[in-house]
């Protein structure tokens, strides 16, 4: 790489800092984010030598499969060694895409085997997060599972406590958590610029069949052709069922339903910028609104979690929406609200708007005073004039901030990026397994919580239901 083309490369990432916090005041000029980024970048200019190679294999090639592993080989260095689904027509598709010479499989124990894998993406149902996490760590592979980490919240202390023992690298994919948009985000709500935190909003709606998981079924899906038999070990017996096994995010049985797939990017994001643990107590609500197509998981769902205060941030509260069928056409949006203002985080772009009390109390307008006698308004109004001045009954005005993430960037591949970093360096990752597990236990609380009818309190510290 030549002198000139580094000095581009630095100068372009300048101005993404320059123009992206229009209104950033001086504390906030360090651009943490944008530098995060430059140091990536560059060291990736820098030629992998063979040592340096990450051989990846894949365990569950469906939708989020596909979009993982193509993320995966934009890091140089990293390179396919094999995949594993138990649905036929996903190994065709994968030796169409990768070459007739791919290894493939229908049992990830071969794949595991495989002593030239260095790392598994792991992107099956739910159900089987644990134990194939379990197995690969066991065997020495690094591990980048799929959100939620874990299907049930007995799961999540023996996955910990299997990454420990084995001392290899495990990162949980909610991707969200790597972008430099969040890194500013919580840049910004640690220096105070919407005050003193006090409430989370949080929202994530689709309007669409697929969106709302009805995804397209195979004509050749049978209880052969998808192993049934060995996709059913880790549950209940069940009679084959092509809609649990291709849409299976709608049933109880494999899945986890919107907690487990849009309420945990909520509260993994959430997580990162305020640094909390988790909330201390829990409850959900859902309906079957539109998409009454036999699942058993509601198309619409609300939550609301209680965080205390902590050494890491104030009491807030945390409300969390998920709508199928939204009239909105679907929104992502996390919108932290202060007492000075409010911060809208949507994908990778910052809002900050202000809105400041004066210092002076409330005076008249919709107020008591009105009804009081003329002596007596004519008296306390005298006695507001001379207690408060002009500048104090005034409202602090102050701009609004603005951070956009450069054009084309993707929270995805830095997410990529920060594991096979961790892999090559052994530094920590992003979200590692207790992240993961703090984030994935008060989602699937929210299960818990909408089937039992009542509220669940949970210790983020201890990490375990009360």
Not at 430 to 444: H, M, Q, Y
Request: hydrophobic fraction near 40%.
């Amino acid at each position: 790489m030549s002198k000139q083309n580094h000095a581009s490369r630095r100068k372009f990432l300048q101005q993404i800092g320059a123009t992206g916090i229009l209104a950033a005041a001086a504390p906030l000029s360090s651009l943490a984010a944008k530098e995060k980024a430059e140091e990536r970048i560059l060291h990736y200019e820098k030629k992998i030598s063979p040592a340096d190679k990450i051989r990846i294999g894949v365990i569950g090639f469906g939708i989020q499969g596909h979009y993982d592993l193509a993320t995966a080989l934009k890091v140089p260095g990293v390179e396919l060694a094999g995949i594993c689904d138990l649905y036929t027509g996903r190994l065709e598709n994968a030796k169409e895409l990768y070459g007739n010479d791919l290894f493939t499989t229908r049992n990830y124990k071969a794949l595991l085997d495989k002593s030239d894998i260095d790392a598994v993406i792991i992107a099956t149902t739910d159900c089987w997060h644990a134990r194939i996490t379990k197995d690969a760590l066991a065997k020495g592979k690094a591990v980048y599972c799929e959100k939620p980490m874990v299907y049930k919240i007995s799961e999540g202390a023996d996955v910990i406590d299997a990454q420990k023992k084995a001392g290899k690298i495990l990162q949980v994919g909610s991707q969200r958590v790597s972008s430099i948009g969040l890194a500013k985000a919580k840049e910004l709500l640690a220096a105070g610029e919407i005050g003193k935190l006090n409430m989370v909003n949080a929202v994530y709606d689709r309007q669409g069949s697929i969106g709302a998981w009805e995804y397209t079924i195979p004509d050749d899906a049978s209880a052969e052709t998808t192993d049934w038999e060995h996709f059913i070990e880790v549950t209940e017996k069940m009679p084959y069922d092509a809609k649990k096994f291709f849409w299976w995010r709608a049933f109880k049985e494999v899945g986890t339903g919107v907690a487990g797939d849009l309420f945990i990017h909520l509260l993994s994001g959430t997580h990162f910028i305020t640094n909390s643990k988790g909330p201390s107590s829990i409850y959900s609500t859902g309906q079957f609104s539109y998409w009454k197509d036999g699942r058993n998981m509601p198309d619409v769902m609300a939550g609301v979690m209680q965080y205390a205060d902590t050494q890491e941030h104030p009491a807030f509260q945390l409300t969390l929406q998920v709508n199928f069928i939204s009239g909105t056409g679907g929104q992502e949006a996390i919108r932290f609200v202060g007492s000075e203002g409010v911060m809208d985080v949507k994908g990778s772009n910052i809002t900050i708007h202000h809105s400041i009390m004066p210092e002076a109390p409330g005076f008249g307008g919709y107020d008591s005073l009105f009804t009081f006698s003329k002596e007596m308004r004519e008296k306390m109004q005298k006695e507001y004039d001379a207690k408060w001045t002009a500048a104090q009954k005034t409202q602090l005005k102050k701009d609004d901030i603005i951070y956009k993430a450069p054009e084309g960037y993707s929270e995805h591949l830095d997410h990529f990026t920060n594991f096979f970093d961790a892999i090559r360096t052994g530094k920590p990752v992003v979200e590692d397994a207790v992240f993961g597990f703090r984030a994935a236990a008060p989602a699937l609380a929210c299960n818990e919580s909408y089937f039992r009818k009542k509220i669940m309190n949970w210790d983020p510290e201890n990490m375990q239901l009360l």
